[in-house]
Structures are given as structure tokens and as C-alpha cells.
């Protein structure tokens, strides 16, 4: 059983630092895109960052600059590190993942539980 797993949410004030982490585990041959989402009250979910296997990443406009999606493939991890934050990025973030379990040769889609963001003095 293949299980991502947010940490790093919480309470930071406007202009703060955040660092998400996305930890991959279970049985598994290869984990390819990684994005991360994030939900605001009553929105859709939307697009935050995203970054292949290879390294390479895109943003959101609102978060360009400001925002870093990195992943450490030896720990099977994502990072998303939000900086200078404003209260308009409070959400649930949500990681979700192209995993390819053992044992198969197809690749699924995985997605974390969801880790708050609150953003408030």
C-alpha cells in the first residue's frame, strides 16, 4: 500500500516562512511527477507547484519567487518551502504523486491526507 504523508503545516504570521514535506512509503519502483495543491475554504483545489522526476518545476503565478518545491528522491520526499507568506496562501496543501507500485508497470495517482496552513497574526 502506497501512502503519502503531509507534515510541516501550521500557524506562521503574514510575511513567515513554511516548509512542507510529502513523505512517500510503502512498496513501490518509481515515483515520477510530484505536485503539490492547495485547497481554500469553499474553492477548489488548485495547483500550487509541481516538479518530474527529473528535477524540473513549475509554479503557480501567485506563488512565483516565493514559493520552492525540491524533492530529495534517496528519502522518497517533496518539500514545498513557502516563504514571505501571506494570508491568502492559508489552505489545506495537499501532495499528490505518480507512483508506479510494485509489481506493476502502471503508474497511479496518490494523494496525501492534507496538511493546514494557517497564515494570521
Known amino acids: 500500500q502506497v501512502q503519502l504523508v503531509e507534515s510541516g503545516g501550521g500557524l506562521v504570521q503574514p510575511g513567515g516562512s513554511l516548509r512542507l514535506s510529502c513523505a512517500a512509503s510503502g512498496s513501490f519502483s518509481s515515483i515520477n511527477d510530484m505536485e503539490w495543491y492547495r485547497q481554500r475554504p469553499g474553492n477548489q483545489g488548485a495547483l500550487v507547484a509541481a516538479?518530474?522526476?527529473?528535477?524540473?518545476?513549475k509554479y503557480a503565478d501567485s506563488v512565483k519567487g516565493r514559493f520552492t518545491i525540491s524533492r530529495n528522491n534517496a528519502k522518497n520526499t517533496v518539500y514545498l518551502q513557502m516563504s514571505s507568506l501571506k494570508p491568502e496562501a492559508a489552505a489545506v496543501y495537499y501532495c499528490?504523486?505518480?507512483?508506479?507500485?510494485?509489481?506493476?508497470?502502471?503508474?497511479?495517482?496518490?494523494w496525501g491526507q492534507g496538511t493546514q496552513v494557517t497564515v494570521s497574526s
Open positions: 516538479i518530474t522526476s527529473g528535477g524540473s518545476t
Open positions: 499528490r504523486g505518480d507512483i508506479i507500485p510494485t509489481g506493476s508497470v502502471y503508474e497511479y495517482d496518490y
